[in-house]
């Protein structure tokens, strides 16, 4: 049997387009360089207007972090849209000098880590930052990467609901089921993900202590590995219940420091913040934070990673749970112990767990020939075929041809250098942010698209 209750409702009532398009917004970090390769002494962008205003381009953890955050699109697609428009804004902001590091791992890094500068943020995240990285090694927080912030259609759950509202106490229970059954997807398959977008190999010079216990080769993704930012907190996806009751206790007990500091590779998320308040009632969002730059565009992530994600969240939100609400967290925890493997395999090698990849790509292929999708999704499942039967085609192995003794350094300033140039080409940048940087996002999308193609208008709660 293919689908559960769920995904039998949403293939009988035909609302399968409409439910495997997700609202998404999506968040880029990147690292700002100088021509040399350096990380940059430039403080945030004039043209951008105000740091602590700024919706849409922020400062991460350091002030060489930059973030692009689009608004949350009623389409995945538009969301690359404005993520296309607000690179280039980015890019078109910056300093003569300056450029935007490509890859997931920083450039050569100074000797003293400390000299790194901390964003210049409101004083209590100031506070909250300086505090993180007294507890981390000094490298932890550098590594950038894509983040995704995914819900699903309003109108698809309200559809489902009405028939599945006897089995749920209350429609946030029932909201939070489905956010709950995706999120251990994710979690489980990060290996899978890790094998065939994983794009971290190398480390450059001083990221690593000479005596600090480091990789000895190139690896799939090191900042996928326990090396790149990983929370040691236990990890529990019973429930949402189950999951807030974990972090809080977590932060009670002095582990963590907030919510934020929860560092797992699937969150899950309510737009106001608040823990509590997401059992009673219902998570907004779940936030999937594990994929790494990808150097050959751009943007950082291509449209065809979003259609797999596309894929994966329709699968896992239309299939049954992998496996009863006791067993999960150790189901869970083989998923996450399997990632350390993959992300720590050799590049080129082909993973040990070829044969549950295989099975799960199958299943993928079953599980789209019965919704019927379309020839856009046959690709990427081939794509994805070709890298798991052919690790040499797989990212990491990509980017480890430009290695030269050791260094990515000159690819990846090259990269920078021609996304650079390109973002130059544009005759009218868009430079809205210096007299209004905190602009809400109806204001941006009208001043970027106009009325003319402008994404459907994401009504949030």
Same mark, same amino acid.
Not at 52 to 73: C, G, L, M, W
Not at 268 to 296: C, F, Q, W
Not at 429 to 447: I, S, V, Y
């Given at each position: 049997?293919?689908?559960?209750?769920?995904?039998?409702?949403?293939?009988?009532?035909?609302?399968?387009?409409?439910?495997?398009?997700?609202?998404?917004?999506?968040?880029? &970090?990147?690292?700002?360089?100088?021509?040399?390769?350096?990380?940059? !002494?430039?403080?945030?962008?004039?043209?951008?207007?105000?740091?602590?205003?700024?919706?849409?381009? @922020? %400062?991460?953890?350091?002030?060489?972090?930059? &973030?692009?955050? %689009?608004?949350?699109?009623?389409?995945?697609?538009?969301?690359m849209?404005?993520?296309?428009?607000?690179?280039?804004?980015?890019?078109?902001?910056?300093?003569?000098n300056?450029?935007? $590091?490509?890859?997931? +791992?920083?450039?050569?890094?100074?000797?003293?880590?400390?000299?790194?500068?901390?964003? #210049?943020?409101?004083?209590?995240? @100031?506070?909250?930052?300086?505090?993180?990285?007294?507890?981390?090694?000094? /490298?932890?927080?550098i590594?950038?990467?894509?983040?995704?912030?995914?819900?699903? #259609?309003?109108?698809?759950?309200?559809?489902?609901?009405?028939?599945?509202?006897?089995?749920?106490?209350?429609?946030?229970?029932?909201?939070?089921?489905?956010?709950?059954?995706?999120?251990?997807?994710?979690v489980?398959?990060? $290996?899978?993900?890790?094998?065939?977008?994983?794009?971290s190999?190398?480390?450059?010079?001083?990221?690593?202590? *000479?005596?600090?216990?480091?990789?000895?080769?190139?690896?799939?993704?090191?900042?996928?590995? !326990?090396?790149?930012?990983t929370?040691?907190?236990?990890?529990?996806?019973?429930?949402?219940?189950?999951?807030?009751? !974990?972090?809080?206790?977590?932060?009670? &007990?002095g582990?963590?420091f907030?919510?934020?500091?929860?560092?797992?590779?699937?969150?899950?998320? *309510?737009?106001?913040?608040?823990?509590?308040?997401?059992?009673?009632?219902?998570a907004?969002?779940?936030?999937?934070? +594990?994929?790494?730059?990808?150097? /050959?565009?751009?943007?950082?992530?291509?449209?065809?990673?979003?259609?797999?994600?596309?894929?994966?969240?329709?699968?896992?939100? +239309?299939?049954?749970?992998?496996? /009863?609400?006791? @067993?999960?967290?150790?189901?869970?925890?083989?998923?996450?112990a399997?990632?350390?493997?993959? *992300?720590?395999?050799?590049?080129?090698?082909?993973?040990?767990?070829?044969?549950?990849?295989? %099975?799960?790509?199958?299943?993928?292929q079953?599980?789209?020939? %019965?919704?019927?999708?379309?020839?856009?999704?046959?690709?990427?499942?081939?794509? +994805?075929?070709?890298?798991?039967?052919?690790?040499?085609?797989?990212?990491?192995? /990509?980017?480890?041809?430009?290695?030269?003794?050791?260094?990515?350094?000159?690819?990846?300033?090259?990269?920078?250098?021609?996304?650079?140039n390109?973002?130059?080409e544009?005759?009218?940048?868009?430079?809205?942010?210096?007299?209004?940087?905190?602009? !809400?996002?109806?204001?941006?999308?009208?001043?970027?698209?106009?009325v003319?193609?402008?994404?459907?208008?994401?009504k949030?709660?």
């Amino acid at each position: 049997m293919l689908f559960d209750e769920i995904g039998q409702i949403i293939f009988n009532n035909e609302i399968v387009a409409n439910a495997s398009d997700f609202n998404m917004g999506i968040e880029v &970090e990147t690292i700002r360089i100088d021509s040399a390769g350096r990380l940059t !002494n430039e403080p945030y962008p004039k043209a951008l207007g105000n740091q602590r205003k700024n919706h849409f381009i @922020k %400062t991460d953890v350091y002030q060489i972090q930059s &973030e692009v955050i %689009t608004p949350t699109a009623r389409k995945s697609l538009d969301a690359m849209h404005y993520l296309m428009a607000l690179n280039d804004t980015l890019r078109n902001a910056l300093e003569p000098n300056e450029l935007l $590091w490509p890859l997931s +791992m920083p450039p050569i890094l100074p000797k003293d880590k400390k000299s790194i500068p901390i964003a #210049n943020v409101e004083p209590k995240q @100031k506070a909250y930052y300086e505090k993180w990285i007294e507890t981390r090694s000094d /490298t932890q927080g550098i590594p950038v990467g894509v983040h995704l912030n995914v819900s699903i #259609n309003d109108d698809v759950l309200k559809t489902v609901w009405e028939s599945e509202k006897d089995k749920f106490g209350s429609y946030a229970d029932f909201v939070n089921y489905i956010y709950i059954k995706i999120s251990q997807g994710f979690v489980y398959y990060r $290996w899978l993900i890790t094998y065939l977008f994983g794009n971290s190999p190398i480390a450059e010079k001083n990221f690593f202590e *000479s005596d600090q216990d480091q990789p000895q080769r190139p690896v799939r993704s090191i900042r996928s590995s !326990n090396y790149g930012l990983t929370s040691d907190v236990k990890k529990d996806y019973r429930s949402v219940k189950d999951y807030v009751n !974990n972090l809080e206790t977590n932060i009670k &007990e002095g582990h963590l420091f907030s919510e934020a500091e929860y560092h797992a590779s699937v969150r899950i998320k *309510s737009v106001h913040g608040d823990l509590t308040d997401m059992v009673k009632n219902g998570a907004d969002y779940i936030e999937l934070r +594990m994929l790494d730059l990808d150097p /050959t565009t751009a943007l950082g992530v291509r449209t065809s990673a979003i259609r797999f994600f596309r894929i994966l969240l329709s699968y896992f939100m +239309m299939t049954p749970m992998m496996t /009863t609400p006791d @067993k999960i967290n150790l189901k869970l925890a083989q998923g996450i112990a399997m990632n350390e493997v993959v *992300s720590l395999e050799s590049p080129t090698q082909q993973t040990i767990y070829h044969h549950e990849a295989q %099975t799960f790509l199958d299943q993928l292929q079953m599980f789209g020939a %019965t919704i019927q999708w379309g020839p856009e999704y046959q690709e990427i499942l081939d794509t +994805m075929q070709d890298r798991l039967d052919n690790p040499r085609l797989t990212p990491a192995a /990509t980017l480890c041809d430009h290695e030269v003794d050791g260094s990515l350094m000159s690819y990846g300033l090259a990269v920078a250098n021609r996304y650079q140039n390109r973002a130059h080409e544009n005759p009218n940048p868009f430079t809205g942010f210096e007299e209004k940087p905190d602009m !809400n996002a109806d204001e941006l999308r009208q001043r970027l698209f106009g009325v003319m193609g402008k994404p459907e208008n994401y009504k949030g709660q």
